[in-house]
């Protein structure tokens, strides 16, 4: 995510506002793409490694966009580009109703990780842009729970629409009001004149602590993405759950992750960051195993622990690295989207050679590699100061 550090002194809420509703979208479609995968497979008459295209070759779209994203900042205006990636979602998500064989399946999974990616750096650029520094770091705790409620409603409706027999393609369709408002409260809304904003960009150059760091990004989104976007089918095939009921499970984990972030923005949870972290990343840990180890599914949604992760983990980057973290938020977004599209592959290829329950475990191991990760950055990068950046 490329993020600017604004001076204004009063709040745009506007922007915020177009923020978070970018945010939300983004998330929804986002997660989407889960509960709704066994009905693509089922639909088009192929397996889950195949149906997971939608996934990993929308990492791939992802990680395109995202470089793309980088090069337009430096040309145009925020408002300009949130418009024209607005209109590049609603030409994404319409693709859905032209999806009819594999390949345009591939088409249409690389234009909605496009789409999706975009929503999502487009959704911070605006918050910040609008919103003074002294309040930009409740401000994202509020964005990042926006995520949580567009992941908690997206398996709930598309559950209630499939009893109706809304195909999956047209599911992808209710997001498009929401687009509609960004769209039009943008276009509405008066360009702003004035320098546009400076990056390290060219000049930065990645060190083993940044690298370190950026794997912590791309192994703990694995693991969140992997457990939650899978979570539907691995209920169904390993425990017998209905849709419904694996889908309202999923919903349960992302009304935790969201109210785990919203505390996030209402506490000061700068004094106690590191334990916060740490504590977010075990106990989903240790969910998955007295879950698993005990046939427990229903324990599956606490993992929605995970919550303050993000929102932390990017206020320690940006006490660490005060000088790089607009150019290290840039390139966590291109890390987490090649890690993303190697596990979400992988995903694929286990369950079909060994089946779902086998591939799943994909995300417990990711999140014990980010475990390591952090412990190896917090040894190399004492928790109370700034690495040195010379």
Known sequence: MTIYMHQQKSISYLYVLCGYLCLFSSAFIDNLRGPLLPIIAKDMSISYGKASSLLSLGSIGALISSFFLIWLLSRFSERRIAIGSCVFVILSVFLSLAVSSYASLI??????????????????????????????ARALGGLHAMYGIGSLLAPLLAARLLIYNWSWATVFLIALPIILLIISILYWKAEEKGPAPQEEGSSFRLKYIHVLLLLVFGFYVAAEVIGSSWLVPYLIETYSFSHINASDCMSMFFLLLMLTRFGCMIIDSAKYERQLIWSALLIPFFVFIIASSFSLPYLLPLMGFYGPVIPLLVARMARKFPTMWRALAAWTQVSVQITLAITHTLVGLIATEHGLPTAYLLAPTCLVLTIILFYSFECLCPPDLSFSEK
């Open 107 to 136: 088409a249409y999974a690389l234009c909605l990780g496009a789409s999706i990616v975009t929503l999502n750096i487009i959704s911070n650029i605006l918050t910040i842009k609008g919103t003074p520094l002294k309040f930009q």
